[in-house]
């Protein structure tokens, strides 16, 4: 695609903080950006160009925003696939593609498009009914994670069962929707890969992340993580078979699993930027934002090198009442999304603790 120029529009779907921070990013390029999102106070709302408040499947908002916009994006993966329909008949460009959504969209597409690109997860079986799940279970011998296939997030929409009669009632306490059930993964830590990729296929995947999470919800991820150079190239070699096998273009964040012998499962993908990549802001040659912006836009990626070490703590509900000790600290760079309202567990803002590599 032709570079698009700055003074250009980029539309994007959703105005959560991604949406914020994507759109800020934006901005120091030059362009403008346009929001779809039907709450009217979202945090990208207040630091944008435009902002359609409307559902994502408003034909006529989405006809504005393919009109004005030199290329469409999204900051979340649940897109209903008819609003990605309608824009890309209207001809605007979409990155990432509606490809690259179904399979994150569903756990069990997922799981199934990383084995054949050859990018190893736990093993796994679909389950359609309180029998299948008990199967399953039984199939894969011991202890399984149960997870709906779609809308499950932050650790939400899964329960552990321990047996084929545990499994059943875990189907139906998920709301009897199909689910996937999977073997649990014994690993040692949990890390991320921020990859991008641009229209042309050139990719590039900043240091891995080490992350810890609580209650299902990311905490902590300190980066570079300290890996061996078998591990990173490893880390890269699947990023770029994920990347090729979706066609992907954009930024995506890929979940691993670290086992005992130093070799990685994909646990999941994000077709998107990543909390766990918020490091980069802080820590990296060009951030996460700037890389998708740059790659969606068809612009060079910018260069992935870590610049410094950062812990990146995720500010959850009234943890974000801090904030001015946190301003106090010489070496805290603080991100605060605009929430009017600190709910439990809601991700009001981050800070990002620097020091050098
Ligand atoms: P997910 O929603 O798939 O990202 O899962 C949320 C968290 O649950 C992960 O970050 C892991 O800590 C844990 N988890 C997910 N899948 C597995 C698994 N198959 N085995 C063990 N732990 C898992």
């Known amino acids: ?37 039907p709450e009217p106070d979202c945090p990208a709302s207040r630091v944008c160009a435009l902002h359609l408040c409307a559902a994502y499947d408003d034909p006529e908002a989405l006809a504005r925003l393919a009109r004005m916009s030199g ?11 008819g609003a990605l329909d309608i824009l890309i008949r209207l001809g605007v460009p979409v990155a990432p593609g509606a490809h690259a959504l179904a399979v994150a969209q569903d756990r069990v597409e997922e799981k199934s498009f990383l084995n054949a690109a050859g990018a190893p997860t736990v093993a796994f079986a679909p389950a359609d009914s309180p029998e299948a799940a008990a199967r399953a279970t039984a199939e894969l011998r011991g202890r399984v994670l149960i997870k709906t296939r779609r809308d499950g997030y932050d650790g939400k929409g899964q329960a552990w069962a321990s047996s084929p009669e545990a499994a059943a009632e875990v189907f139906l306490s998920l709301g009897g929707r199909p689910v996937i059930v999977e073997a649990p993964a014994p690993f040692r830590r949990e890390l991320s890969v921020i990859a991008a990729r641009g229209w042309s296929g050139e990719s590039a995947a900043f240091p891995l992340a080490e992350n810890v999470h609580r209650n299902g919800i990311l905490h902590l991820s300190s980066a570079p993580a300290v890996v061996t150079a078998g591990q990173a190239t490893e880390a890269g070699r699947i ?26 499962l994909v646990n999941e993908i ?30 060079p990626l910018g260069p992935v090198a870590a610049r410094a070490r950062v812990e990146m703590e995720n500010l959850l509900g009234d943890s974000v009442q801090d904030w001015t000790a946190i301003a106090g600290e010489p070496n805290a760079r603080l991100h605060l999304y605009g929430k009017r309202e600190a709910r439990e567990g809601r991700k009001m803002g981050h800070v990002n603790r620097v020091s050098p590599l």
């Open 71 to 81: 290329v469409v994006t999204l900051e979340f993966e649940n897109v209903p696939a």
């Open 239 to 264: 990023a770029d078979r994920i990347l090729s096998g979706l066609d992907y273009v954009g930024v995506i964040g890929i979940e691993l699993f670290e086992l005992e012998d130093g070799s990685f």
């Open 270 to 299: 994000a077709p998107r930027v990543h909390n766990s990549g918020h490091w980069t802001q802080d820590g990296a040659a060009t951030d996460q934002f700037e890389q998708h912006i740059r790659a969606v836009a068809g612009w």
């Open 1 to 37: 695609m032709t570079p698009l120029a700055p003074g250009s529009t980029i539309g994007i779907l959703g105005g959560g903080q991604l949406g914020r921070m994507l759109a800020l990013a934006a901005a120091r390029l030059g362009f403008d950006v346009a929001i779809l999102d």
